[in-house]
């Protein structure tokens, strides 16, 4: 790295220690300032579908190309992502210790390939990733190598003749720099994509202690637990080095090729250790690296990563990447999955507004089983293409998603699952309940980014700032509603208790001061006579009682709340049988707090796990429970209606002159795990549309099946039944 850019880099680092040792929170809101505006590549917006092809080191000479030229091609690729350098180079580079694939003599495979792509009219984005070393290099300079807890430089786990390198040190900072200026400079790429960017776990080497302790005051933490001071500084200034890195290499390459940018493999949902807020502002495109199932995990699980880019993207191009492998922990990265869990999976992505990139590891064909299907995916999307190009989703719905609450906030009172349990359950809910409904970043609650919903849910959102309670209160104050569980709001940003809920004024209800669980045995008695057919209970008319959760937040009303349609029937043995005898059978102590406030908000706060408990058990109860919830304080007449047998991820859009609905397929034994076998068709489905004011239909036109069934339009509501179908169909209306 330049001395220039070193020495402005460490500044930036300080920068970011005094926020740290302040007790903010790098880019909280209203502390952080706004990133100099940069100007997004012409071409982030052009294509539609993406090819990866990742060169394996023996590739060189042992692989077809123009077989890969030619199926970009069949496929209607536009857009290609292709093996350049970092851990191998497919070029010959002439920086210092960039290692050649031994295979790859006096060719330039990656050059070749680019010429190729170029000669289709494909965007080109070289693939560099920096993960891992070889023995020459820890020779000339050892501190290039991540150090483990134990003070050893560590081996790489997979590749045992190789190193893997510090992703916050001079590795990434000065070695790939230059790697990265070799490959714009030679063949001024549209981009260049970086995988395993970001460092392989902790790092102890020298760089990353001395940096640390400089910018924090802290030695680097041993612990995971949240309330460590040290812990909490290393997860922000962990990002502080990245940000910088990726800055630092984004104007690098910028520098050569003005119309381009870097692509870091990054971010995600609640989860994700990089602030999605920052990523938004900083990235012109995004992939969403999440390639498959694996383990227990619903097919709307690919929809999901659309929505939580979108929260921090905004309307910039969202891509998804997907494998034709199968993805499970023991990583057959050279597998081929099922074509229908493949189409599923894929047309989920769609239907929550990504883009689709294949990946393909290696450029010998060991298996041609995904060749075919990711053909006619491909070249479906190409024809659908006029109708994927989304403006905007009109979703009216909202789940709130909180990586401070994730960072922070050391867990539900003992609850099992993490922060993002409570999460899952509403999605399941949500997509069960056929809402169509998008995400919201907890850190992005303006007024500006919250217009389009009417209904905001927070799942155990715990850590919240007072600011964001504040942005959260004006929300129903214009008429929003919310629906809350658990212990949101009773941590500050810091995941540190408050002595009350933050939106205590909202919910009613004030923290009693301790939580109950795990509870066995619990009930809740569902109040006919006192709160008839009250819409919470919707679909539960002729049940005296129902399950609770596991966990309960012990709270007091602070407002006058008569007639509570749930209340708590306390937990009570179940053995011996013979004790299994409700002690208090009835009492009067809520369990859901629903308000109407001045000015037409609404309020549901569930003082208990519902969520969490419906993501743990699906209890078709709870289903109800939620969305009753969210129907009660929604108050409206959703966007679209699908009345049907099956279960359906709805999604609605519009486009610049038309109207998308998606009915994607989820009916199948292997909805939550293991690969899908076999497409089973939904039954028929009436569709009712909510036209947006002034739109009037022109025409109409169903993608998958191709057919044109009549339609009618009174006044704002559409109207048309949707045949039979197996994955997925997309209502196209023109309007
Ligand atoms: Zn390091």
Known sequence: MPELTRRSFIKASAVAGAAITLGRVAGAPGEQPQPAPRTSPSWTDRPMRWAQLTLVENDPGNFDAGFWLDYFRRTHS????????????????????????????????????????????????????????????????????AVGADGRPRRHWASPEMWVTCGLGPYNFEFMTEVKREIMSRYRVDGIFINRWDGAGMCYCEHCRANFRAASGFDLPRTDDPRDPARRAYVLWRQERLFGLWRLWDAEVRKINPDSCVIPNTGGGAASSMDMKRIGELAPTLMADRQSRRGLMPVWANGKNGKEYRAAMGGKPIVGIFSVGLDEAYRWKDAVQAPEETRLWVADGIANGMRPWFTKFGGAINDPRWLKPVEEIYAWCHGAERYLRNERPLARVAIVYSQQTAWFYPGERGAPGGVEDAALGWYQALVEARVPFEMVHDRLLDAARLAPFKTLILPNIAALSDAQCDQLRQFVRRGGGLVATSETSLCDEWGASRRDFGLADLFGASWGGRSEGPMHNAYLRLEHESA??????????????????????????????????????PPYPDLPMEKVYARQPRTDIPQAFLRELPGGGRVAYFPWDVDRTYWDVLAVDHGKLLRNAVFWATNEEPPVTVSGPGVLDVTIWLQRSSLTVHLVNLTN???????????????????????????????????????TPEFRQAGEWLDLTVPPFAAHEVVAIDV
């Open 78 to 145: 536009d857009a290609a992502c292709l093996s350049a350098g970092g851990c191998v180079a497919y070029y010959p580079t002439q920086v210092p210790f960039h290692h050649r694939s031994a295979w790859l003599g006096d060719r330039d495979v990656f050059g070749e390939l680019v010429a190729g792509c170029r000669g289709l009219g494909m965007v080109v984005v070289a693939r560099t990733d920096p993960h891992a070393t070889y023995d020459d290099v820890k020779a000339a300079h050892p501190d290039w190598i």
């Open 532 to 569: 008839p057919a009250h819409p919470l209970l919707r679909g539960l008319e002729d049940a005296p009682r129902i399950i609770h959760g596991v966990w309960r937040v012990e709270v007091a009303a602070n407002a006058p709340y008569p007639s509570p349609p749930l209340t708590l029937i």
């Open 669 to 707: 034994p292997m909805m939550l795990k293991g690969p899908i076998r076999e497409l089973i068709p939904v039954g028929e489905q009436k569709v009712r549309v909510r036209m947006p004011a002034g739109l009037t239909a022109r025409g109409l036109r169903l993608l998958v099946s191709g057919s």
